[in-house]
């Protein structure tokens, strides 16, 4: 009985592992015989396109053919989010409805006003352990910088204090939002992790199951609250105070849920996509954006001499959309930067229908991996690519004319591209101005040095050591 009942599971097994890869094998049976002409990598023999971008520069391969995401892409963190819509015609509907959000001048204006309240106090965090330490002492600014922009986005978003700074993420949802990122790039590294049937029925996958469950229930309370409030003009805070109500990223999606235009769901979906996507991204440009400035003195004397000129030496003077758009060098600086250390190093697209690019046949339903990184470090678009060097944004030139416009894409291209560059690029400057008005970076370690992990984000294998000085005016 035991004999006959153990055969049974091994044939269930086997039918299943069976009806699982057969359909692989033939899948990929036939991209091997469409693409045979195309080298493959010798560890897979799966064909190695390299970068879609570059076989025609034709603006409507990217903005046309290659505007769906690819299926590939995890729904588990974001359900059906922008970011991880698959579908043309729901997603189309989706981007007509958010992007206002992030034109809206009242928005944008309170949005300055997180960014420069919560880099005030990354500001004073910097200052207490520098003041309870030693000043040539090396540190790790990026748990710093990322627990900053995780207070900015929650605020930003849901007019959430998740208090990440002050608590040193020690509290529920900081620890939840910290374990999903560990957990979505363990994954990313484990392909037999990738089929979500495997995935669910691991440790890994039930604990993911168990930290979602507590940030969709953070950020569904907050929706609900929100929406009972929704038309009134002060609210009550949490000291009993009548507050005036700030408007955020979650009032502008319940404004369309008026309209029957986007239910709670898609609301929730949204903002747990903001949450997800506007956190590590950022803090890992930053951070790169540091290393980079610390490691050229000279760049970053310009940045302070910029800078200074702008707040007159005033370190204490809240940032403006006009400073921001002041900051010309430190703009260039920043792009330099996402060149040369992209925090999205690739991205996934899927082509929409049969197109040809240099005389190959590009078959609907192909999975195409755009690298950012690689793109970036094209010599004929950016001469000597390795070298930093923030004149190339900074200077316009015949170059810059003769370029392609998918030579330096960061936040993606087409209308795929990111739709909170915006928001974010604001973002990094008031922190950086914030930080470089009150000190001064150094590193030691080389590019060469660098170990970068390419994961999902982009970031250092080994931690990036500063040494930060106050400045001293005369």
């Known amino acids: 009985m035991m004999l006959l009942s153990l055969s049974i599971i091994c044939t269930v097994l086997f039918l299943f592992v069976i009806c699982y890869l057969v359909p692989i094998w033939i899948k990929y049976t036939k991209l091997r015989r469409d693409y045979r002409n195309i080298p493959s990598l010798p560890i897979s023999r799966i064909p190695f396109v390299g970068n879609i971008h570059q ?22 963190q974001q359900g059906t989010g922008l970011f991880c ?11 007509r409805l958010i992007t206002p959000s992030f034109h809206n001048t009242q928005l944008l204006h309170n949005f300055m006003l997180i960014f420069n309240e919560q880099s005030c106090v990354f500001a004073k965090r910097l200052e207490e352990c520098i003041r309870n330490g030693e000043e040539m002492k090396a540190y790790d ?18 007019d959430k204090h998740v208090d990440a700074q002050s608590s040193g993420g020690k509290n ?3 620890e939840a939002t910290g374990r999903v990122c560990c957990i979505i790039n363990h994954r990313i590294r484990s392909p037999w992790m990738w089929p979500a049937w495997i995935f669910d029925r691991l440790p890994l996958g039930r604990e993911q199951a168990e930290q979602l469950k507590i940030l969709h229930g953070v950020s569904r309370k907050i929706i609900e609250d929100r929406l009972a409030t929704f038309n009134a003009e002060n609210i009550t805070s949490d000291s009993g105070k009548k507050v005036t109500r700030r408007l955020v990223f979650l009032d502008s999606l319940l404004a369309q849920m008026n309209s029957e235009q986007l239910t709670l769901d898609d609301i929730q979906e949204e903002v747990d996509t903001f949450m997800f996507e506007g956190h590590d991204t950022t803090a890992a440009a930053i951070n790169f954006t540091c290393y980079l400035i610390g490691s050229h003195p000279n760049v970053q004397a310009k940045v302070h001499a910029e800078i200074d000129g702008i707040f007159s030496g005033d370190k204490e003077r809240p940032c ?20 040369i250390l992209p925090p999205v190093p690739f991205v996934m697209r899927e082509a929409q229908e049969d197109f040809i690019c240099n005389g190959q046949t590009i078959r609907k339903g192909t999975t195409l991996y755009i690298f950012i990184y690689g793109v970036h470090y094209d010599s004929n678009a950016f001469p000597q690519p390795e070298r930093f060097d923030p ?12 370029r392609s416009p998918y030579a330096f894409i960061p936040f993606s291209a087409g209308s795929r591209n990111c739709i909170g560059q ?11 101005s914030t930080l470089f008005r009150r000190y001064s970076l150094h590193t030691t370690q080389t590019i060469d040095e660098l170990q970068i992990s390419f994961e999902a984000i982009m970031r250092p294998a080994v931690p990036i050591k500063f040494i930060v000085e106050h400045r001293h005016f005369q």
């Open 55 to 76: 076989f025609d520069q034709r603006q409507h391969v990217f903005s046309r053919l290659l505007m769906n995401m690819a299926r590939e892409c995890q729904k588990e």
């Open 141 to 158: 600014l990026y748990p710093y910088i990322s627990t900053c922009t995780l207070d900015i986005i929650a605020e930003a978003a849901m």
């Open 320 to 339: 403006t959309m006009e400073d921001a758009q002041s900051m010309i060098y430190l703009d260039a600086v920043i792009k330099e930067s996402m060149r």
């Open 172 to 174: 529920e949802f900081v």
């Open 422 to 432: 915006r928001f974010a690029q604001l973002e990094e400057k008031v922190i950086l």
């Open 391 to 402: 004149d190339r944004f900074y200077q316009s030139s015949v170059m810059d004319e003769e």
């Open 85 to 95: 819509l698959c579908n043309n015609a729901k997603w189309r509907t989706r981007r």
